[in-house]
């Protein structure tokens, strides 16, 4: 257990619509990471928040929106959904200093499933 | 942009075998570099990692990687592996500094027998 909860851990849903992936960092965690793994695309970066500020961002569709709230939990917003973003979507936290060499820690997943 | 190869889709290997899985960044400067492996059903966990220092790291369950600078290689090495080794194993790259987001290579599938 890597101290990274995510919900739901499974969400079936249809094109067109809109679905909130929530994830907790490991306690003192400050940064949350979102990642997306696909078969066609394998892992990629999505969005990196910070102290409840957006740090990075990668990959990430208009569609899609994250936020960081004050307690730290983080929520991933996609909407507009089509097929091609069925995948299973990684939440990861890292520690209290900003830095790239600290070790990040990956939640179980939510698996997307757009019909 | 930086990239991450890796090279072996899907390794099988009979129990006791040496592995040595191959990982290549293509980003010219400051790198720190990561292993990570998703055994069956579960999340990715951290197998070891390089940012500084001697560049030959031990990481946990008896893996090792090498740095070699000059080859921009990381490759995986387990002198004896385990059935229970079987796994995905990802490679990964950030370039160092507060820039942390992580670039993955396309993973490794290695399948280990009895």
């Known amino acids: 257990d890597s101290g990274v909860t995510q919900t739901p851990k499974h969400l079936i849903t249809a094109t067109g619509q809109r679905v909130t992936l929530r994830c907790s960092p490991r306690s003192g965690d400050l940064s949350v990471y979102w990642y997306q793994q696909s078969l066609d695309q394998g892992l990629q970066f999505l969005i990196q928040y910070y102290n409840g500020e957006e740090r990075a961002k990668g990959n990430i569709l208009e569609r899609f929106s994250a936020q960081q709230f004050p307690d730290l939990h983080s929520e991933l917003n996609l909407s507009s959904l089509e097929l091609g973003d069925s995948a299973l979507y990684f939440c990861?936290?890292?520690?209290?200093?900003?830095?790239?060499?600290?070790?990040?820690?990956f939640g179980p997943g939510t698996r997307l499933l757009v019909l | 942009a930086q990239s991450v190869s890796q090279h072996n889709h899907h390794v099988i290997l009979s129990e006791a075998a040496s592995l040595e899985l191959g990982c290549n960044y293509s980003?010219?400067?400051?790198?720190?570099l990561f292993w990570y492996v998703q055994y069956p059903g579960q999340h990715l966990q951290l197998l070891l990692k390089?940012?500084?220092?001697?560049?030959l790291v031990k990481g946990i369950k008896g893996f090792e990687a090498e740095f070699i600078k000059s080859k921009f290689s990381f490759n995986l090495r387990k002198p004896s592996v385990q059935w229970s080794d079987t796994a995905e194993y990802f490679c990964?790259?950030?370039?160092?500094?507060?820039?942390?987001?992580?670039?993955f290579g396309t993973g490794t599938r290695l399948q280990v027998t009895l």
């Open positions: 990861a936290s890292s520690g209290s200093r900003d830095s790239a060499s600290e070790t990040q820690y």
């Open positions: 390089y940012f500084s220092g001697d560049p």
């Open positions: 990964a790259v950030n370039r160092g500094g507060t820039a942390s987001k992580l670039t």
């Open positions: 980003y010219g400067g400051t790198v720190n």
